[in-house]
């Protein structure tokens, strides 16, 4: 059940953008209860692999070549205690911003963005492959830029979302280089 931990939140994000104004103020229940339940399987992951236990799991994702590209995710001790962390503290730092965000008219999509860049940090911890990490980082900086900028309406809001916005990019050109050397060189992007 690892893919759950990341999914749950990623699920959120789209209910919330596309119909979260039917929510209102009881929004954060649905991205809250995503990542509780997230940090219930965290914990239930770290026991089995603090156990001795390996888990991974892959599907298919982008047809390439001979095999194609796999959706893999795999879970060591370090990455099941990475989980129970950012599960435990993203759920924690949402019910914290309830009551300092009680009166925002965009409430919604405040917690649509919380579950989107939660998802996207438990797609990096999880992540099997580099394709699935760069993947991952984008949907990260996203989230920070969508987080940053929440109040647009605000000069320095607005300024400080688009300083985020060219300083990761900046990273991510580098990123992304590497795996496509690492790529030309290996003919894979496992890690």
Avoid at 30 to 52: H, N
Wanted: charged residues 15%; aromatic residues 14%.
């Amino acid at each position: 059940y690892a893919f759950l931990i990341p999914l749950l939140p990623l699920v959120v994000f789209p209910v919330l953008i596309l119909s979260g104004y039917r929510y209102k103020e009881r929004a954060h229940y649905l991205t809250i209860g995503a990542l509780a339940v997230s940090a219930l399987i965290s914990l239930g992951v770290f026991w089995e692999v603090s156990r001795g236990a390996s888990l991974s799991s892959s599907i298919p994702w982008l047809p390439f070549g001979l095999e194609g590209f796999r959706l893999a995710i795999r879970v060591d001790p370090l990455a099941a205690l990475m989980c129970v962390v950012v599960t435990v503290i993203a759920t924690l730092i949402q019910i914290y911003s309830i009551g300092y965000m009680h009166a925002d008219p965009r409430y919604h999509r405040f917690y649509a963005y919380m579950a989107l860049f939660s998802a996207a940090m438990l797609g990096l911890v999880l992540a099997d492959n580099w394709l699935l990490l760069y993947a991952c980082w984008e949907l990260v900086g996203l989230g920070s830029y969508l987080l940053i900028g929440f109040w647009f309406e605000k000069p320095e809001a607005s300024k400080a979302a688009k300083k985020a916005f060219i300083t990761t990019r900046i990273g991510d050109v580098g990123l992304a280089l590497g795996i496509l050397i690492l790529f030309a060189v290996t003919g894979s992007v496992d890690m």
